[in-house]
């Protein structure tokens, strides 16, 4: 099978993957209800974790699929020595940010309410006991606006590939050559998240690259139609071991939310 083919988002309807359907694959994150009672204790205020990824080139890409875009290649990023977060955006991470948001914008960014599935959140919050999970079910744009508000970016698919992947080899995962279960969790669509820092570690010191969520990129998966859809790496809970590989692409438009997408940044 093909993994680095273009997953739409009737494909990802299809496999489990999106909490939205067909005609388009996009949905408006639901507003929340006010008077959640809850309050964000003290363990639960994570700050970001950065690793250094150092300027130079690096291999991307394989030439064991029929993709003439992702060939197997060296590239060197312009932009030089950059930082990646540690490990995805967490639910407690998220819940500071929108807290200290003006009303209007705090309700735009609250990730989707989904109560059936248990991966959004209800009420403007996340699930009781996942505030170290990765925070899903978000857009895009509403990746962005985190990034942007602190001063960070979402990465390109060659900063995420390079954090993941290294410099030194070739390697299809973070750790090396295999897929290891211990590293990754992955192979379950009925599965869910689990915390941040479980898994294995790439060469730079980045966790959960592989498996766990899909994380947004701001690259465009089609040069020619820039934009339209992006790129997410990376695999998650509910992915094969191929999608886990680091050199695999998925795509989605960018309204598009998943029980099983989350994001991480580099500055």
């Given at each position: ?227 339209r859809e992006l790129v997410l790496a990376g695999g998650s809970f509910g992915s094969t ?27």
């Open positions: 099978m093909n993994t680095m083919k273009k997953m739409t988002a009737l494909g990802l309807a299809l496999t489990g993957l999106m909490l939205s359907g067909c005609g388009g694959g996009e949905t408006a994150p639901t507003k929340a209800s006010s008077g959640a009672s809850r309050t964000l204790s003290s363990e639960m205020k994570v700050t970001a974790e950065w690793v250094s990824i150092p300027a130079g080139s690096f291999t991307m890409g394989s030439n064991r699929y029929d993709n003439k875009d992702e060939k197997e290649r060296r590239v060197t990023m312009k932009a030089g020595a950059y930082e990646i977060m540690k490990h995805p955006v967490t639910n407690g991470m998220y819940k500071q940010w929108i807290d200290g948001l003006p009303e209007a914008e705090r309700e735009a960014n609250i990730p989707a309410d989904d109560r059936v599935r248990g991966g959004g959140w209800v009420d403007g919050w996340f699930p009781k006991g996942k505030a170290d999970h990765p925070v899903t079910n978000v857009t895009y744009i509403q990746a962005k606006a985190y990034a942007e508000a602190n001063g960070w970016q979402i990465p390109s698919s060659a900063q995420w590939e390079k954090a993941a992947r290294g410099d030194s080899d070739n390697r299809d995962y973070p750790w090396g050559g295999e897929i290891d279960a211990t590293k990754a969790t992955y192979g379950n669509p009925r599965g869910s998240t689990v915390k941040v820092g479980g898994g294995g570690v790439s060469p730079y010191g980045a966790y959960d690259m592989a498996g766990n969520v899909w994380e947004w990129t701001r690259s465009s998966y089609d040069k020619n139609n820039p934009g071991a191929g999608e886990c590989m680091t050199h695999n692409r998925m795509s989605a438009a960018p309204t598009v939310i998943s029980i099983q997408s989350g994001f991480r940044c580099v500055k």
